[in-house]
Structure formats: structure tokens, C-alpha cells
């Protein structure tokens, strides 16, 4: 992969790209901010590197990455989940499906220390879908930057002193890091 930093300025100039596109289509400044929001997103802390437990983005996350070692066990890196829409889907899924479990624990936490607290979302019908519009435009921003994530790896090769980093931070030999 080209690097972390290459990743953040090729996304950068998307992320400008894609704004100025967008205003001159006439999308509203709401939705244009939501896009961008994506692809900060994908590219800071959902990135497609997430597949590599050492990855810049990954030590983003600081101590709560533990909640993505079984995702960077499973997935392996560069591997499927690396394509944009089937990749951007499934982490985003998986974020999901780590709030969920959060909220799950704190409610448990709460009736065992005697707190009533509702977590009900009875808001009006129209402002769910609008809401939704908002979540589709991040959605949108984030397969953006994990599309350019995908191409810039496909043609850019890792720079050999990087994979050696790597290595030395896992401390053994990856034979997957050579088929990259
Ligand atoms: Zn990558």
C-alpha cells in the first residue's frame, strides 16, 4: 500500500474534488458536509487498512482498538474486504454492531445499579428519513475514499523500507506482506 500519508493526501484532493463537484451540482451545503464526513471517516478511522493490526488507522483507535483485533484477525489484509462498497458495508456493519453491544452493556450496567434509563427512539417517522438521507450521504463519502484506497493500492507498490517496519512491529515474518 502506498503509505498512510499517501492515502491521506490522495483523499484530500478527493474530498476537495468531490465538494466542488458537488456544490456545482447543486447539493445542498448539509448533504455536501455529510460526504465529506465519510470520507474523513474512511480514511482516518474506518479505512480499509484496518485488516492490519498495526496500521496507522488501527493505532488511531489508541487502547479501544482491542474491539478491532478480531476483525483484523479474520480479515485478511488486502484481501476481499479491501474492495470498496462490499468493504466499506461490512465495517461499517461492524461499528454498528460494536455500538450495539456498548449500549447493550451499559443497560445491563444500569439495571444492576438500580437506573432507570430509556433508550427509545420514538422520534417522528419523516425525521427518521431524513436522518437517513444524512447516513447515506456518509455512506457515500466513504465508499468515495475507499475506491481511491482500493485503485491508489493497486498501483502503487508498498515501499520496501515500510514493509520492513512492519515486520519489526510484529516481530515475525508475514509471507502475506510479500504478496502485496
Ligand atoms: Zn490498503
Known sequence: MPGFTG????????LVGTSAFMYWQGWSLQDIFFVDTGIVISTLILSPDMDLFTSKPMNGWGILRVFWWPYSKLVKHRDRLHTPIVGTTVRWLYTL?????????????FRRIGLQV??????D?????????YVLDVYIGAAIADALHFVLDMFVREPRR?????????REPDPSLFGE
Open 7 to 14: 492515502h491521506t493526501v490522495a483523499n484530500s484532493v478527493a
Open 97 to 109: 454492531g460494536l455500538l450495539a453491544l456498548l449500549v447493550l452493556l451499559f443497560r445491563f450496567w
Open 118 to 123: 430509556e433508550f427509545s427512539f420514538d422520534g
Open 125 to 133: 417517522r419523516e425525521d427518521i428519513i431524513f436522518n437517513l438521507l
Open 162 to 170: 515500510a514493509r520492513g517496519n512492519r515486520r519489526a512491529l510484529r
